[in-house]
């Protein structure tokens, strides 16, 4: 069963920056596209960045030029960080593989952007 533990969320002041971490303990973690998915109350699920095991990436049009996903193969790990954050980023953050699986789900990462 694939374990997958975001951190690094919280509130943070408009203009401000987060890092968001996602680790798994899976090998196959290093040849799959990884995402950061995000939920704001009320709305759908939606993709913000995804990453490939070659470092392509592709991100939303609303977080392009702010946010940055990136990767280490060696930790199992992805990363977003989050510059210039405006309050309509607040939203739960989960990574999950992309396409998703959705038994790959964790608890995801309170983000919440203060005006």
Request: aromatic content about 10%; hydrophobic content about 35%.
């Amino acid at each position: 069963q694939v374990q997958l533990v975001e951190s690094g969320g919280g509130l943070v002041q408009a203009g401000g920056s987060l890092r968001l971490s996602c680790a798994t303990s899976v090998s196959i973690f290093r040849v799959i596209v990884m995402g950061w998915y995000r939920q704001a109350p009320g709305k759908q699920r939606e993709l913000v960045a995804h990453i490939t095991p070659t470092n392509d990436t592709n991100y939303l049009d609303s977080v392009k030029g702010r946010f940055t996903i990136s990767r280490d193969n060696a930790k199992y790990t992805v990363y977003l960080q989050m510059n210039s954050l405006k309050p309509e980023d607040t939203a739960v953050y989960y990574c999950n593989r992309w396409p998703v699986r959705d038994d790959w789900w964790g608890q995801g990462a309170q983000v919440t952007v203060s005006s």
